[in-house]
């Protein structure tokens, strides 16, 4: 019952400081929305082409944004102490990463989710298309938030950070990139979504399974 | 009951201390003591399972704390150099939150109860931000209000940054929280009189 509490609480506390500092969590998106928006007027009109290079464009902008994000997923906790509490604190730590990765999500990975649509426009998708394109970020981002967490956690507290993290989990990225813009891919050419959709949701649930956990031995290396 | 045995402290490439060993029954101080860099606080953040002694180990009632692991944090109150609060939110947020963390029970009524008594009427909810290095440093403090429950204290440098006050009100809770049976672990570099009736005093490095 305490763990269940706690985890609320801690997606609770990490909502209102995201609240508190919308600066911070508009950047995500903000980023997201440019680079998707300068393709159209860097490669020009031709439609054709557009819905061609649509679901790889903003697939790679969402990994990219992803990415930019995962640097604020522990940093702050880590600054003013309030990771050792959680690491001393009587619930699993593993549970306690996953709250942290659950609201970071709601921050950073779902506006993604609910502006991709609008964008899409941009780049004349089907709206087939568009639906399979939210789809797959729905499913997509949280495992990017998930194996994040755990570059996040192993590189906390070192110097270019930054750098180290995104060579640690641009690998993993790949077959999440790969499989989303497979999906919109299929969803656009007619061939169906479904076979891609099944393996991103795969790779969800493993991701789901391990990452927390494995975030969580990585906080305790970095706080040692 | 708390045991420590034949600790060794590495950091860098640097050993700190070695063969340091204590053994704490309950309702008892232990203060450490010694110069700046001798291993106070990673003594400390061993005690807590934070930091992993090079050799040696560490028993909470007969078993190693690694094994006890939530069992063990459960009675523990770790207070460290940081204040663990945050920034953004008030007093009364930051007391709600890491109660709810420690598994206990704290409402918004009792929670500003605790900071009142920790000299801090009319900031509750003020986001700690703007509030001065000190009254931080009780914000952070004013959590120990709810741990009686926990039978083990950690504190590093617990009076740094307090008015004389403050420093007393510390100390005295302190000195209740060990002679109602809880053990404590403290360092300072003050001359703090801390009026427990068993004390024992552990020095680290060549001073």
Redesign the interface.
């Known amino acids: 019952m305490g763990s269940v509490d706690a985890f609320k609480a801690l997606v609770r506390r990490d909502l209102l400081l995201a609240m508190r500092r919308r600066a911070d969590v508009l950047t995500t998106l903000i980023f997201f929305v440019i680079v998707v928006s300068l393709f159209p007027l860097g490669v020009g009109p031709e439609l054709e082409t557009l819905r061609e290079i649509a679901p790889g464009v903003v697939w790679v902008a969402a990994l990219l944004a992803s990415m930019l994000a995962l640097g604020r997923l522990f940093s702050s906790d880590y600054a003013d102490g309030t990771l050792e509490q959680m690491v001393l604190a009587p619930q699993p730590l593993g549970l306690l990463v996953g709250a942290k990765i659950v609201a970071h999500w709601l921050v950073s990975g779902l506006p993604l989710v609910l502006i991709a649509p609008v964008l899409g426009i941009q780049y004349d998708m089907s709206w087939e298309a568009l639906g399979i394109l939210m789809l797959s970020l729905a499913i997509g981002t949280p495992v990017l938030g998930l194996i994040g967490a755990v570059g996040a956690a192993l590189t906390l507290g070192l110097r270019g950070g930054g750098v180290l993290v995104s060579l640690l989990v641009l690998p993993l990225y790949i077959p999440v990139l790969i499989f989303g813009a497979g999906a919109v891919d299929a969803a656009a050419t007619g061939t169906g979504a479904g076979a891609h959709l099944s393996l991103l949701g795969a790779f969800l649930a493993v991701s789901l399974f391990f990452a927390p956990w494995a975030a969580a031995l990585g906080l305790r290396i970095s706080l040692e | 009951m708390l045991e420590a045995v034949n600790l060794e402290c590495v950091r860098g490439e640097r050993r700190l201390f070695r063969d340091v060993g204590f053994a704490l029954a309950e309702g008892t101080l232990l203060e450490v003591v010694g110069p700046n860099g001798s291993g106070k606080t990673s003594l400390l953040r061993m005690v807590?399972?934070?930091?992993?002694p090079a050799a040696g180990e560490i028993l909470w009632r007969g078993q190693g704390i690694r094994r006890l692991a939530?069992?063990y944090?459960?009675q523990?109150t770790?207070l460290?150099?940081?204040?663990?609060?945050?920034?953004?939110?008030s007093g009364v947020?930051n007391l709600?939150?890491?109660e709810?963390?420690?598994?206990g029970e704290a409402t918004q009524k009792s929670a500003r109860e605790a900071l009142s008594r920790f000299g801090l009427a009319g900031f509750e909810d003020l986001?700690t931000r703007v509030l001065s290095q000190g009254q931080k440093r009780r914000v952070g403090l004013a959590r120990l209000a709810f741990r009686a429950r926990c039978r083990l204290w950690v504190l590093d440098e617990p009076f740094v940054a307090l008015d004389v006050k403050a420093v007393r009100m510390i100390a005295d809770l302190v000195a209740n929280q060990v002679d109602s049976g809880g053990i404590v672990l403290l360092t300072t570099h003050q001359e703090v009189d801390v009026p427990v009736r068993n004390r024992q005093t552990l020095r680290l490095g060549h001073a």
């Open positions: 807590c399972g934070l930091l992993m939530e069992e944090r459960g523990l770790y460290g150099h940081h204040n663990a609060i945050k920034d953004d939110l947020e709600l939150f890491s709810t963390m420690a598994g986001p």
